[in-house]
């Protein structure tokens, strides 16, 4: 019995849906077949030719690569995000929203 749960746990976790958040999941339903997301996609480890091959292959274009998080910024079709989420080597798929810093705060006397 605790065989088959950890199985089907395994199989859930390994699932395209769990790979992607519900937001970009949503636009995705949404989407015109020729409309493209520019996404993180972290794989199992860096991004390699073979990965970068692999995102080509279903019409992405590679953008940059973020090896400290074994990932790369692409330009995907909506349409193709489910087979590339479907890849065993990729771990999760993300919109590539941009990251602002805060303004410092000043300490008092501080300008």
């Known amino acids: 019995m605790c065989h088959a749960t950890a199985l089907a746990v395994t199989v859930w976790a390994s699932s395209w849906e769990s790979k992607l958040p519900s937001d970009l999941r949503k636009v995705m339903d949404q989407a015109k077949p020729a409309d493209k997301a520019e996404v993180i996609v972290q ?3 860096g991004p390699s030719p073979n990965e970068h ?8 274009t590679h953008l940059r690569t973020l090896g400290v998080i074994n990932s790369g910024v692409y330009v ?6 489910k087979a590339l ?3 065993p080597v990729v771990v999760r798929i993300a919109p590539n929203r941009g990251v602002s810093t805060p303004a410092p ?3 008092d006397g501080d300008q």
Not at 76 to 81: A, D, H, I, M, T
């Open 43 to 45: 794989f199992r480890t």
């Open 53 to 60: 091959r692999k995102v080509e292959h279903l019409g992405g």
């Open 76 to 81: 995907v079709p909506f349409s193709k995000l």
């Open 85 to 87: 989420a479907s890849e």
């Open 105 to 107: 705060v000043l300490a």
